[in-house]
């Protein structure tokens, strides 16, 4: 794979098909010793020699990962938007195998960069746009790299030359900003590249034999212009974050370049003017995803952290306005130090964000206690709290690993990442979480991603067997300045919150009809043993009787029934174990759903964001049929002995 044949065929397809920036003209902005004057006289071999020398011998600017020495797995260089590297990882690399979103494919020769197996004809997988983009980002190149470090051994350094020379000669960049599906040049896959795994094959590769001047140098004139490409085309929300905080590194460890302080200035203050963009007043990021407001503010932090490492200039106003986004964190933290997985959502670290964030505000004692599991700092001042723009609502009894814990969602439909989902809630009690969401699955085109996304998948209501419809008004959707109109009120006997849904933009059904207004009411009653009630109260537009279904998703392997009281209790054989009640049992209908596929999905929960697979869920459903104002009440008592 590797010579000079495959060398001129790269040069030439680059300088045919894509604004790649010529080497004249990027000596004649590269600003090391020797360089123009090289470069100018025509001496390409020399230009080159001159800049690959500097970049070995510079001290500025620094990066996560030496030039040369020993790095391991402990030490492996940072990538804000995936694992850590691992010498295990690139075995896999090595044989051009490659797992995404739960899809495993092995290229038998070289790698074709526009390929995705779920796009195939033949193909037993749910069509899936994400494995193409996301194998493009290329963070397998760390693992390459991390295990020719770590062994010497030459496969991994030639695999990831031959990768990045292939790479280069078969994915020049577009002349327009592109999204379809075989693209390698997705903004935010620009960004991501550009943000970690890039600067880290680099650093980790420069002075390997096999990475000669020449592609060096053509790695760097690909940074140009992925870096141009950035600056011409962002766009909003998280993906503006990941596209500048791939812009702003490019300009951070390219500083010889003259257009790299305009990269800086640019995606700097593209990231303070986003902050009354990305976050509502309450501190939630407008895509209403717990992981995605965690994502946006890693990129925030990694700006941060890259330009004080090499001495730029970072506003306070731009760490100022961090603050109330570290406070949503807090105040969402579950007592096993997550956040619910509201929307497109994963497993957040909520201890180490706010390790992060104490540095940040070290006034913030609460950070710092939630940040060392209590033993420094001070524990927060307030239990229950209410997000009023977000319309995101926690009720808790404490903040050990045993309290009880629900959090619930009244908030506006998110500008990405959304699901139908309003006025659902999670439970957690005594340590054991025992309602939840369907939760996230790949983001593919099957019933599975489906199912998470509906109302089917989440603790509320339909009304007629028809589920919750926002996403149909979506495109002309945006943040409101306003408070999302959640209730709520606090006390050492009980807390509540309250939230509505129904309206001209709130309706049920493909054609998003206001069939009736929901409205939830959830206490925690405090006094004795704690427990929760839950009120559901649907008001119909018309005379008409209508049919109202609630869903309780438990994970649990099993529910007990008890006829007579249509309740059901989890089965656990140690620990806590929960009790639903409803009130008034012989109004209702009560059935049990667990791994349901037909007539519709339900009774499931997925393996986790960006995977594939699912496993059955018990889930509670309780369905009454009445003309006019129709009230459902159900009582959660938890069982510790």
């Known amino acids: 794979m590797a010579g000079i044949s495959c060398i001129l065929v790269a040069v030439f397809f680059l300088a045919a098909n894509g604004p790649l920036i010529s080497e004249e003209e990027f000596f004649a902005k590269f600003s090391a010793p020797g360089v123009r004057e090289a470069g100018a006289a025509g001496d390409v071999v020399e230009a080159r020699r001159l800049v690959v020398e500097h970049l070995k011998n510079r001290k500025h600017p620094r990066w996560y990962v030496p030039v040369a020495g020993e790095v391991d797995e402990a030490t492996a260089p940072r990538d804000v938007d995936g694992p850590r590297p691992s010498v295990k990882a690139a075995e896999k690399a090595l044989r051009r195998e490659f797992t995404v979103a739960g899809v495993t494919h092995r290229f038998e020769g070289e790698i074709d960069w526009s390929f995705n197996p779920t796009l195939e004809p033949d193909s037993p997988h749910p069509r899936n746009y994400e494995w193409l983009w996301q194998l493009n980002r290329h963070r397998h190149w760390a693992d390459l790299g991390l295990a020719w470090r770590a062994t010497g051994d030459e496969r991994y350094m030639r695999e990831f030359v031959g990768q990045l020379?292939?790479?280069?000669?078969?994915?020049?960049?577009?002349?327009?900003?592109?999204?379809?599906?075989?693209?390698?040049?997705?903004?935010?896959?620009?960004?991501?590249?550009?943000?970690?795994?890039?600067?880290?094959?680099?650093?980790?590769?420069?002075?390997?034999?096999?990475?000669?001047?020449?592609?060096?140098?053509?790695?760097?004139?690909?940074?140009?212009?992925?870096?141009?490409?950035?600056?011409?085309?962002?766009?909003?929300?998280?993906?503006?974050?990941q596209e500048m905080g791939g812009l702003y590194t490019a300009g951070a460890l390219l500083p010889e370049f003259s257009e790299a302080a305009e990269w800086r200035r640019f995606a700097m203050e593209k990231f303070e003017a986003e902050l009354g963009v990305q976050f509502y007043p309450d501190g939630a990021q407008v895509e209403m995803s717990p992981g995605v407001h965690n994502k946006v503010i890693e990129y925030y932090l990694n700006v941060i952290d890259l330009a004080r490492m090499n001495e730029y200039a970072?506003?306070?106003?731009?760490?100022?306005?961090?603050?109330?986004?570290?406070?949503?964190?807090?105040?969402?933290?579950?007592?096993?130090?997550?956040?619910?997985?509201?929307?497109?959502?994963?497993?957040?670290?909520?201890?180490?964000?706010?390790?992060?964030?104490?540095?940040?505000?070290?006034?913030?004692?609460?950070?710092?206690?939630?940040?060392?599991?209590?033993?420094?700092?001070?524990?927060?001042?307030?239990?229950?709290?209410?997000?009023?723009?977000?319309?995101?609502?926690?009720?808790?009894?404490?903040?050990?690993?045993?309290?009880?814990?629900?959090?619930?969602?009244?908030?506006?439909?998110?500008?990405?990442?959304?699901?139908?989902?309003?006025l659902t809630f999670v439970l957690t009690g005594y340590g054991r979480e025992f309602i939840v969401d369907a939760g996230d699955y790949a983001f593919d085109s099957s019933q599975w991603r489906d199912y998470v996304r509906s109302t089917y998948g989440h603790n509320t209501a339909i009304i007629d067997g028809k589920p919750q419809i926002r996403r149909t008004n979506q495109r002309n959707w945006e943040p409101s300045a306003e408070p999302s109109g959640i209730k709520y009120g606090f006390s050492n006997q009980r807390d509540w919150v309250e939230g509505t849904y129904g309206g001209e933009l709130e309706g049920y059904g493909k054609k998003r009809e206001w069939l009736a207004t929901h409205r939830r009411r959830i206490e925690l009653i405090k006094t004795g043993e704690p427990y929760f009630v839950i009120t559901d109260m649907f008001e119909p537009r018309d005379g008409r009787a209508h049919t109202y279904e609630v869903m309780f998703h438990f994970d649990a392997p099993a529910l007990e029934f008890d006829a007579e009281t249509k309740s059901y209790r989890t089965t656990f054989a140690d620990g806590a174990n929960v009790t639903v009640a409803p009130d008034a049992p012989e109004q209702l209908e009560a059935e049990l759903v667990t791994g349901q596929e037909e007539p519709i999905v339900q009774g499931w929960v997925a393996e986790g964001h960006g995977k594939t697979g699912v496993r059955p869920a018990p889930t509670v459903i309780y369905r009454k049929t009445g003309e006019g104002a129709v009230v459902m009440r159900y009582v959660f008592k938890f069982v510790t002995t």
């Open 165 to 241: 020379r292939d790479w280069l000669a078969t994915s020049p960049p577009p002349p327009q900003m592109e999204k379809h599906p075989r693209t390698r040049w997705r903004t935010i896959d620009a960004g991501i590249r550009m943000s970690a795994p890039w600067p880290n094959a680099l650093y980790l590769f420069l002075g390997s034999p096999w990475f000669d001047d020449e592609l060096v140098v053509a790695m760097l004139r690909s940074f140009v212009d992925h870096a141009r490409y950035l600056m011409a085309y962002p766009t909003d929300y998280n993906w503006l974050c």
């Open 314 to 422: 970072v506003s306070e106003g731009l760490v100022r306005g961090l603050e109330p986004a570290f406070h949503y964190d807090l105040a969402l933290m579950t007592p096993g130090g997550d956040l619910p997985r509201f929307n497109d959502s994963w497993h957040i670290d909520v201890p180490d964000m706010l390790a992060k964030a104490f540095k940040l505000f070290p006034h913030r004692a609460d950070f710092q206690w939630a940040a060392t599991g209590g033993r420094e700092g001070a524990k927060p001042a307030f239990m229950s709290m209410c997000l009023p723009h977000s319309g995101l609502a926690v009720l808790r009894t404490g903040w050990g690993k045993d309290a009880c814990y629900l959090a619930f969602d009244a908030g506006p439909y998110g500008t990405k990442h959304q699901h139908e989902d309003k």
